[in-house]
């Protein structure tokens, strides 16, 4: 079973930056597309980027030219580098591998997500 475990949130001022890290365990991330996601209150999850296993980005509208998702091979981990934070970006973040290409549903490997607060 693949195990995915996301680090790196907090709470940041309107402006500010975080560093979202997804570790896989039990398996190897480079099988899979892996996806951020972000769950506001009281609504349904959202896709925010997602790259694949051959390096190909998709990112929601909303985050476009602020958010920036990578992968490190070598250490078996996933990035998503978050700049220009707004109020509206808090939520939970949640990594995913669900397929090997962006957008595929095939499998459902969450992890547990990481708390991301944007307020003054």
């Known amino acids: 079973q693949l195990q995915l475990v996301e680090s790196g949130g907090g709470k940041v001022q309107p402006g500010g930056s975080l560093r979202l890290s997804c570790a896989a365990s039990g398996g190897t991330a480079n099988y899979y597309a892996i996806g951020w996601y972000l769950q506001a209150p009281g609504k349904e999850r959202e896709g925010v980027a997602c790259i694949s296993t051959s390096g190909d980005i998709q990112y929601a509208d909303s985050v476009k030219d602020r958010f920036t998702i990578s992968r490190d091979n070598a250490k078996n981990t996933v990035y998503l580098q978050m700049n220009s934070l707004k109020p509206e970006d808090t939520a939970v973040y949640y990594c995913?591998?669900?397929?090997?290409?962006?957008?595929?549903?095939?499998?459902?490997?969450w992890g547990q997500g990481t708390q991301v607060t944007v307020s003054s």
């Open positions: 995913a591998a669900l397929g090997r290409y962006c957008g595929d549903y095939e499998y459902d490997y």
